[in-house]
């Protein structure tokens, strides 16, 4: 690729998460995803061997099933079978979480449960499948097979397809494609449902951590109204900006907090005004107010800390996650705004090598084997990568992130200063803590296009980790909400 400032730019709500861009200048098909839930099929691909269901329960104590759920968010299910078998909520494990508004197989563990107590649950077909010695974990999952449709695509989707396509495969560089398909690369970044895609707001969140101003990371989670929410809960929000001294939300990733002069630290008005179905946020102003908070107290308090870490422990890890995420893809737009190649490395590049053990569906990369890339080594590095062997990556950067040499290095730099981090600044307390790893910049898989009543119908098959709709964004050329 060269150097381009004729990128086809991507949706505002997009760009604050760091994705600036369409790889694909076609036009795109429009349309909906996830009509019905029918419409947005997803079925893991495991890496997880239960042993026989006779197996002895003393040694294999968990029950592996395997669960189809309609319109069913993966842990509303989880509490659900959880009460059904009247055991703790801790005793229900799974790989991967799954969204809400589609038809989703994936596995669960259930600990100490027999296959004979399985409860009936609406929207849910449970089997069991086996038992095992240790619970489900993330990296049990190898990565997810999709089947989806897109309705009230215009009536030229199908040559706007062709066109994506095209311009996908040469991205990708068309490495190991599959016959019957076509092998396509985009940009491997994290989706808008990493951030949010109506309010997107925990990556400013986890800045805002890893820079220790606990106070504004209170503040953007519980305050900070947004234009595109319900009446009520803008006004909660703006409620809550009111007792921290804040004028204006939804202000973006850029723009500090303006100071009105009120700042009443009225947090018992805050509650009052805060609606019930906002409980993280009314977790938080709280603890504020049990402990009697000032609004001027320092940034770094260990007040603000104790109301951010009322919400639970995975969301905390979330906020830093994302955090991460966004400077990810800010280094993926920054690449491509360069004109530097995903499908190969240039001097500078850190890569990793391919996951031997992956399903076979999967381009799947090993981020555990990292090899960087001298300018002697590029054209060696390059054939690996021609031949699906190897993948650039960028840093998710944490406290033991090795950054890049080179213009790779220079463009992970870049983000960081302009986000106003170093990675000796993910040392941080709890669950904010994180050592940081690297992950692909591009993804690839075998896209099989077909069109049913009109509608595209697109199947492929992705690591973990990668999201459905950073491929689709590109057919569809829509806005978050859309997808």
């Known amino acids: 690729m060269a150097p381009s400032d004729t990128l086809r730019e991507a949706h505002p709500t ?42 002895d329960t003393g040694s294999y104590p968990e029950l592996v099933v395997r669960v189809t759920l309609r319109d069913w968010d993966t842990n509303d299910f989880a509490r659900r079978i959880s009460d059904a078998l009247g055991i703790s909520r801790e005793r229900v494990s799974w790989a991967g979480t799954k969204d809400k508004r589609a038809v989703t197989t994936q596995l669960f563990t259930l600990r100490e449960v027999d296959p004979g107590d399985l409860p009936a649950i609406r929207g849910a077909d449970i089997e069991p499948l086996g038992r095992a010695g240790r619970r489900l974990s993330f990296g049990d999952l190898a990565g997810n097979a999709f089947d989806i449709r897109v309705t009230d695509a ?41 951030f949010g895609s109506r309010r997107p707001v925990t990556h400013r969140v986890g800045l805002a951590v890893v ?28 409620r809550v900006d009111d ?74 890890r979330l906020f830093v996650n994302a955090a991460q995420s966004s400077l990810f893809n800010r280094m993926l737009s920054e690449r491509l705004r360069r004109g530097l190649p995903f ?23 090993d981020t555990d084997r990292l090899q960087r890339v001298d300018a002697d080594r590029v054209s060696v590095v390059t054939r690996h990568c021609e031949r699906g062997r190897a993948f650039v990556t960028a840093p998710l950067v944490g406290t033991e992130t090795d950054l890049g040499d080179g213009e790779p290095g220079a463009i992970e730099r870049e983000a960081l200063d302009e986000a106003g981090v170093e990675p000796g600044d993910f040392a941080l307390p709890g669950e904010f803590d994180s050592t940081g790893t690297r992950r692909a910049i591009l993804l ?40």
């Open 343 to 365: 499908d190969r490395p240039v001097a500078g590049d850190v890569v990793c090598f391919a996951d031997g053990d992956a399903p076979e569906e999967l381009y799947a990369p």
């Open 211 to 238: 820079r220790e101003d606990f106070r504004e990371a209170v503040r953007l989670y519980a305050g900070n109204p947004s234009e595109t929410e319900p009446d009520d809960t803008r006004a909660a929000r703006a």
């Open 14 to 55: 997009e760009r604050a998460a760091g994705i600036d861009y369409y790889v694909s200048d076609a036009d795109g098909i429009g349309g909906r995803l996830r009509e019905t839930p029918e419409d947005f099929r997803v079925r893991e691909l495991e890496a997880f061997d239960p042993e026989p269901l006779g197996a």
């Open 154 to 194: 215009v009536d030229e989707a199908p040559e706007r397809v062709a066109d994506v396509v095209s311009d996908l495969r040469a991205f990708g560089g068309d490495a190991g494609g599959a016959e019957d398909g076509a092998a396509v690369g985009v940009p491997n970044y994290f989706g808008q449902q990493r």
């Open 444 to 483: 690839r898989t075998d896209l099989d296009v077909t069109v049913d009543g009109g509608d595209p119908r697109f199947a492929f098959a992705l690591p973990s980790g990668s999201y459905a709709t950073v491929l689709l964004r590109e057919f569809t050329k829509c806005g978050p909400l859309d997808l």
């Open 243 to 316: 007792a921290f001294g804040v004028a204006g939300g939804d202000a973006g990733d850029d723009a500090g907090p303006a100071a009105d002069g009120t700042g009443d630290g009225d947090w018992a008005a805050c509650l009052d005004a805060i609606p019930g179905k906002l409980r993280f946020e009314r977790s938080m102003v709280h603890r504020l107010a049990d402990r009697g908070v000032s609004p001027d107290a320092p940034p770094d308090h260990d007040d603000w800390r104790h109301a951010l870490e009322a919400v639970p422990s995975n969301l905390q």
